[in-house]
């Protein structure tokens, strides 16, 4: 079993509907996790972190996080094509040093 | 430009050649790490730096790779008798954090893609 899953898509969404990215960690002492965006090229970038159970939302994005079930996931509100990249799942055990990246899955947005 | 530099962005080299690669963190942040991502992968761990201290490295780096961070400031990725499998983008991170446990974010930079021959 891989450390972090996610389906690689390609997820593909009309825009102005709302993307849902999933992944599942396997180390269950993980505290912290992290959406990055990266688009075909470039580096990953940022776009929300999480460290406790619930809902976090920033702007468009929200993360969910259940611990008890060793999931994670982003949902994207109102689509865009500029959206469109691949979406990594990163999850760090407390304090420790390795951060594991899952494969990431690729959206599309179609306009 | 305030975030993390990488330097060459690109390298195009012979197999057996050595290559030398250069990462700048944000000039305040004491941890810097270094990935290697291949297409349709995410990125791996390979090592990992507290200040001047390299305190971990991945089972994936072989003895052909070596890291150092002189004064905890920038650090340089060598890697020697390059082979075709060492072909990748090879990103370099950086973040601020003291303690354990304490909230990270790692920033990366714009990577250095290796080409072997």
């Known amino acids: 079993q891989k450390e972090v899953e996610q389906n690689s898509g390609p997820l593909s969404v009309p825009e102005g509907a709302i993307a849902s990215l999933n992944c599942t960690y396997s180390?269950?002492?993980?505290?912290?996790f992290f959406w990055y965006r990266q688009y075909s090229g470039k580096s990953p970038e940022l776009i929300m972190s999480i460290y406790s159970n619930g809902d976090k939302e920033d702007g468009r994005f929200t993360a969910q996080l259940n611990k008890a079930s060793q999931y994670v996931s982003l949902l994207i509100r109102d689509s865009q094509p500029s959206d469109s990249a691949t979406y990594l799942c990163a999850v760090n055990s407390n304090g420790g040093f390795k951060t594991i990246f899952g494969a990431g899955t690729r959206l599309f947005v179609k306009a | 430009d305030t975030g993390v530099s990488q330097n060459p962005r690109h390298k195009i080299t012979k197999r057996g050649q050595n290559v030398t690669f250069r990462c700048d963190p944000i000039?305040?942040?004491?941890?810097l790490y270094w990935y290697r991502q291949t297409l349709g992968q995410g990125p791996e761990f390979l090592t990992y730096?507290?200040?001047?201290?390299?305190?971990?490295k991945s089972r994936l780096l072989s003895d052909r790779f070596s890291a150092e961070r002189p004064k905890g400031s920038f650090s340089t990725l060598e890697i020697q008798r390059t082979e075709q499998g060492d072909s990748a983008m090879y990103l370099c991170?950086?973040?601020?954090?003291?303690?354990?446990?304490?909230?990270?974010?790692?920033?990366f930079g714009p990577g250095t893609r290796l080409l072997v021959l």
């Open positions: 730096f507290q200040n001047e201290a390299q305190l971990e």
């Open positions: 991170a950086s973040s601020l954090a003291w303690l354990a446990g304490v909230e990270e974010t790692q920033y």
């Open positions: 180390d269950r002492v993980s505290q912290s």
């Open positions: 000039s305040e942040h004491n941890r």
